[in-house]
């Protein structure tokens, strides 16, 4: 079993930058599909992106095409989020969460089964 840990989340001034990260530990696999998601008060969780560990390719939602960007450190099992251009709706929990697709199925819409605890972000306007 997948076990995953976040951190990086903070409190910064829109326009501002973060990057969070996502450790993953205990059973694994080569590739996975590791996705971010994000949850404001009082809103659904909403799919961030995805990147597939296997071959790296990446999926984003359109709110943040542009300003978000994951990569992948696969010698230290960690993906991380990287977040410019920071604006207040962007404040949200986010979490990151692993599925077992192929690279094909890697979306925010696949079967994630194992997630973070998660970490808090703040943009202040």
């Known amino acids: 079993q997948v076990q995953l840990v976040e951190s990086g989340g903070g409190s910064v001034q829109a326009g501002g930058s973060l990057r969070l990260s996502c450790v993953r530990s205990g059973s694994w696999r080569a590739r996975y599909c590791m996705g971010w998601f994000r949850q404001a008060p009082g809103k659904e969780r909403e799919g961030v992106g995805t990147?597939?560990?296997?071959?790296?390719?990446?999926t984003y939602v359109d709110t943040v095409k542009g300003r978000f960007s994951i990569s992948q450190d696969n010698a230290n099992l960690t993906v991380y989020l990287q977040m410019n251009s920071l604006k207040p709706e962007d404040t949200a929990m986010y979490y990151c969460a692993v599925a077992q697709v192929p690279e094909f199925n890697c979306n925010t819409g696949a079967a994630f089964g194992a997630w973070g605890q998660g970490t808090q972000v703040t943009v202040s306007s």
């Open positions: 990147i597939h560990t296997g071959g790296g390719s990446q």
